[in-house]
């Protein structure tokens, strides 16, 4: 079992930047892929970006260039630091876990969830 918690969300104008947290507990955590997912009212759960072994990492379009994610195995933690925030990133944001690389823009390929953190940029 992996539980995973995420902190950091907030609200903040459009231009600025939030890093969000990922602690994982639980199995061995350098072993996993760790995604970011998010969500907006009344749409579907999105894939943002996702990190894998060694330095490996994959963005979704709407975010390359601006977002990062990073981790840090000696403190089992996940990162996304957000720059220059859209509106349109408005979401819940969700950091996952699972087995491999393969699929890893799929929800369904992700074994574990954290609870969601709520991330509100403004006009």
């Known amino acids: 079992q992996v539980q995973l918690v995420e902190s950091g969300g907030g609200l903040v104008q459009a231009g600025g930047s939030l890093r969000l947290s990922c602690a994982a507990s639980g199995r061995t955590f350098s072993i996993y892929t760790m995604g970011w997912f998010r969500q907006a009212p009344g749409k579907e759960r999105e894939f943002v970006a996702a990190s894998w072994s060694g330095d490996s990492t994959y963005y979704a379009n709407s975010v390359k260039g601006r977002f990062t994610v990073s981790r840090d195995n000696a403190k089992n933690t996940v990162y996304l630091q957000m720059n220059s925030l859209k509106p349109e990133d408005t979401a819940v944001y969700y950091c996952?876990?699972?087995?491999?690389?393969?699929?890893?823009?799929?929800?369904?390929?992700?074994?574990?969830w954290g609870q969601g953190t709520q991330v509100t940029v403004s006009s």
């Open positions: 996952a876990a699972g087995p491999s690389r393969v699929g890893i823009t799929w929800s369904s390929r992700y074994d574990y």
